[in-house]
């Protein structure tokens, strides 16, 4: 492979243990490691990892599970085997297709699959790891794909996520940081980031979602829930959303994002970024209903990096894996300042090539011919800029 050098003045940090490619939903399940393994086939062929710092982080451990999480779910979640988890609560044997969600939210979106709690410490292991080497100041930004699964709650699975990394990797940066902001692009509400963080000022949650409260998952994270009511709540307006329709395209998102994170930055004054790069809002996923390309997905990731602050970056959904490793891939590249300087044709050996082939062997594929028209109208994204607006006047000063 051909290799890239070092970004000048800046440090970058990707971190990855291949172990997390072992696990395995279900058949049926849209979540896929492959995705994962593609990703990596895609920055390795690059040689994009000369560029960086690279670790394969050790898993986490219990206690540092604990740090969020219950401990009787984090032992829960140790134990659970899809050969014992009738025996250990027979209340789960019921309904047609398995379990109801009644202990701890399994159920059909969190299946017990073997291997669930390696596979959980791995990944939350790896954004423990990179939020380590931002407060160390080993790294300037930080990147783990195999993270961000942003439903876990205290005590309960919930949208394919189990453990919390996000959460944790929070609370591994506050305790160097003054101010976190975090920032969700995946097409769902990051709601179970935004629910640990609900009631302090020092962390600022701003999810971009699809919102519809009957339909589309979770249903929450309308524009006017922006954190607790009470007055004396440190939490009070610390928490944006930005509800969108079907089919919002590159242009509007751009628009949209720079409109919000800009003022948001600038108001809240953070001194570290987690950015949740989710890439089920690209076009063409499985389960999202957006229209981004992946330069589209991109930008928000360049613009987040020139503010020039400490930065972590986690993955997230994304369910049309060879448009996922292509989306991290050149976020990868914008990352390391390389994205100017790579072939957006696909190295010509690389393994795993040929699941690119439907849309050409092209990083930058049209996922905008899609059968998404924009709902999302011009009053809608003025609407939402105007309230954020006038939301952050409440912060300042
Ligand atoms: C098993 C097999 C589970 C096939 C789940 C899509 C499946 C889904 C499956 C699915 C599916 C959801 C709900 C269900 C409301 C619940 C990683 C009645 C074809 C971060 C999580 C979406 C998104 C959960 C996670 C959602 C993330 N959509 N096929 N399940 N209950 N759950 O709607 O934000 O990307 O779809
Ligand atoms: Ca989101
Ligand atoms: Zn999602």
């Given at each position: 492979a051909n290799s890239i050098s070092r970004p000048k003045g800046y440090r970058v940090s990707w971190h990855y243990n291949p172990a997390v490619e072992n696990h395995h939903f279900g058949q049926t399940h849209p979540m896929k490691p492959w995705r994962l393994t593609l990703t990596k086939s895609l920055v390795?062929?690059?040689?994009?990892?000369?560029?960086?710092?690279?670790?394969?982080?050790?898993?986490?451990?219990?206690e540092e599970l604990a740090e969020f999480h219950?401990?009787?779910?984090?032992?829960?979640?140790?134990?659970?085997?899809?050969?014992?988890?009738?025996?250990?609560?027979?209340?789960?044997?019921?309904?047609?297709?398995?379990?109801s969600s009644a202990i701890f939210g399994v159920g059909?979106?969190?299946?017990?699959?073997?291997?669930?709690f390696a596979f959980c410490a791995t990944y939350t292991?790896?954004?423990?790891?990179?939020?380590?080497?931002?407060?160390?100041?080993?790294?300037?930004?930080?990147?783990?794909?195999?993270?961000?699964?942003?439903?876990?709650?205290?005590?309960?699975?919930?949208?394919?996520?189990y453990v919390n990394d996000i959460v944790l990797a929070i609370l591994q940066l506050l305790r160097h940081h003054p101010r976190v902001l975090y920032i969700d692009i995946d097409v769902?509400?990051?709601d179970g980031v935004e629910q640990a963080f609900w009631s302090t000022d020092r962390v600022m949650c701003?999810?971009?979602?699809?919102?519809?409260?009957?339909?589309?998952?979770?249903?929450t994270g309308p524009l006017e829930s922006t954190g607790p009511i009470h007055p004396d709540n440190p939490g009070k307006n610390y928490t944006i959303n930005v509800p969108l329709n079907d089919g919002i395209d590159d242009e509007g998102y751009a628009y949209l994002f720079?409109?919000?994170?800009?003022?948001?930055?600038?108001?809240?004054?953070p001194t570290a970024i987690v950015l949740q790069c989710g890439a089920d809002s690209l076009g063409h996923d499985r389960l999202g209903?957006?229209?981004?390309?992946?330069?589209?997905?991109?930008?928000?990731?360049?613009?987040?990096?020139?503010?020039?602050?400490?930065?972590?970056?986690?993955?997230?959904?994304?369910?049309?894996?060879?448009?996922?490793?292509?989306?991290?891939?050149?976020?990868?590249?914008?990352?390391?300042?390389?994205?100017?300087?790579?072939?957006?044709?696909?190295?010509?050996?690389?393994?795993?090539?040929?699941?690119?082939?439907?849309?050409?062997?092209?990083l930058f594929p049209n996922l905008s011919a899609w059968k998404k028209d924009n709902m999302n109208t011009r009053a809608d994204v003025e609407k939402i800029i105007r309230h954020v607006r006038e939301q952050l006047a409440y912060i300042r000063g």
């Open positions: 390795l062929s690059y040689g994009m990892h000369t560029a960086m710092d690279t670790y394969i982080p050790r898993a986490a451990t219990k219950k401990d009787s779910y984090v032992d829960f979640l140790s134990v659970a085997t899809p050969q014992n988890i009738y025996e250990m609560y027979p209340e789960l044997a019921a309904g047609p297709t398995g379990y059909d979106d969190c299946p017990i699959f073997d291997g669930l292991g790896a954004s423990i790891d990179a939020a380590r080497k931002l407060c160390n100041k080993q790294s300037d930004i930080a990147i783990n794909w195999s993270g961000g699964l942003h439903h876990a709650k205290k005590a309960e699975a919930s949208g394919f996520c769902h509400h990051g701003v999810s971009f979602h699809k919102y519809d409260r009957e339909v589309f998952f979770p249903g720079q409109n919000v994170v800009e003022p948001t930055i600038k108001t809240f004054n209903c957006f229209n981004l390309n992946i330069r589209g997905h991109g930008n928000c990731v360049s613009f987040v990096k020139s503010f020039g602050l400490p930065m972590l970056v986690v993955g997230g959904g994304g369910y049309t894996p060879r448009n996922v490793a292509r989306a991290w891939a050149h976020e990868t590249s914008i990352l390391i300042g390389a994205d100017k300087t790579l072939n957006p044709d696909l190295p010509e050996f690389m393994p795993h090539r040929e699941a690119f082939r439907r849309e050409g062997f092209t």
